[in-house]
């Protein structure tokens, strides 16, 4: 799932790309560099600005964000964080659905805002394990392409580094994501990542049992209420989107005719391959029931990925 959605967000990220394309000028007798600008759905625009004072705003506005976060769950303001998720969802959803579908289908802005909303409310309000895991796939490539035209190569290594400490910190030395995690799951039934539930065979003879004798009957409401113990497996959305950010930002940096005719896909694979390296062997060397901050290995992982471009290609 983490590298299917590298993959749908170098797909997202393209569809807004500008177009540099070559044009003859009549008046001039020259061949002109044109671009051609697509931006984002919805009227949303992205910042401009310097370099460093989109990068600044950047760390301000995720650190802004993470503190409203934490008052809310503090607070246990269940429908605003509700109402919160439902927005930010259904936009970002809307951005990459309409990237899909824009060529082929009529009136597609609306179309996909439709979709968006739909899908976001049943993830957020009648929340199930499927729709949950497929709605990530697009939420983070959406999210991905309102910043990562204000971002640089040199800003996004910066912003890897700062977001790499920051979740060392939080896992590791305060559990903030521990916390943030179980209050999301337990309380609001929500959660920013992908999640996998699993049970075992001990709780699935259970279940199995008590369908059996239910199986020509009326199933009592306690029984139904029932509970079971079951382990999960997840990955934070913030581990997901940020390789995506840091491969789109090549993507559009280093305009290098590549595969498929994308320019910059080349360092955009690498680094999505360097993130999926780390990502592994974080995933090789975990022990159930521990909580780990994947950033430092995924971003390791990118940051080899980089030298394996610059050595091998660039």
């Known amino acids: 799932m983490f590298l299917l959605t590298q993959f749908i967000g170098l ?24 671009t051609i600008e697509r931006g984002l759905p919805f009227g949303l625009e992205t910042p401009k600005g310097e370099p460093t004072q989109n990068f600044i705003s950047i760390v301000f ?5 993470f503190a409203i976060i934490f008052v809310l769950i503090k607070y246990k303001w269940k429908f605003v964080i509700k109402s919160w998720f439902f927005l930010v969802i259904a936009l970002a959803l809307g951005i990459s659905i309409y990237a899909i579908i824009r060529n082929s289908v009529t009136l597609a802005m609306t179309a996909a805002l439709m979709i968006a909303v739909i899908l976001s409310y049943i993830k957020v309000f009648r929340p199930n394990v499927f729709v949950h895991n497929i709605t990530e796939l697009l939420i983070y490539p959406g999210i991905a392409a309102v910043f990562i035209p204000i971002l640089t190569p040199l800003s996004v290594i ?6 790499s400490l920051y979740d060392m910190w939080a896992v590791w030395k305060s ?23 699993t049970a075992s065979d001990k ?9 059996e004798k239910y199986q020509d009957k009326k199933m009592p409401e306690s029984v139904k209420k029932k509970k079971f113990k079951v382990n999960i ?27 498929f005719n994308i320019p910059g ?16 062997f974080l995933f090789a060397i975990t022990r159930k029931g521990k909580a780990y901050p994947a950033m430092p290995y995924i971003t390791a992982g990118i940051f080899l990925g980089l030298l394996a471009w610059k050595f091998l290609v660039f």
């Open 11 to 34: 797909f997202v990220v393209n569809a807004y790309s500008p177009i540099h394309q070559s044009v003859y000028n009549a008046t001039s007798g020259q061949i002109e560099l044109q």
């Open 61 to 65: 506005a995720f650190a802004f964000a």
């Open 158 to 163: 910066a912003l890897l580094i700062l977001i």
């Open 175 to 197: 559990g903030i994501m521990q916390k943030m995690a179980k209050f999301q799951m337990e309380e609001l039934k929500l959660f920013g990542g992908f999640l996998i539930p």
């Open 203 to 211: 709780v699935k003879m259970q279940i199995k049992k008590i369908k």
């Open 233 to 259: 497996a997840i990955l934070g959305g913030g581990d997901v989107i940020f390789p995506i950010i840091a491969a789109g930002v090549f993507m559009r940096s280093y305009y290098l005719q590549s595969l």
């Open 265 to 280: 896909l080349i360092p955009a694979l690498f680094v999505i391959g360097g993130a999926f390296v780390g990502l592994t």
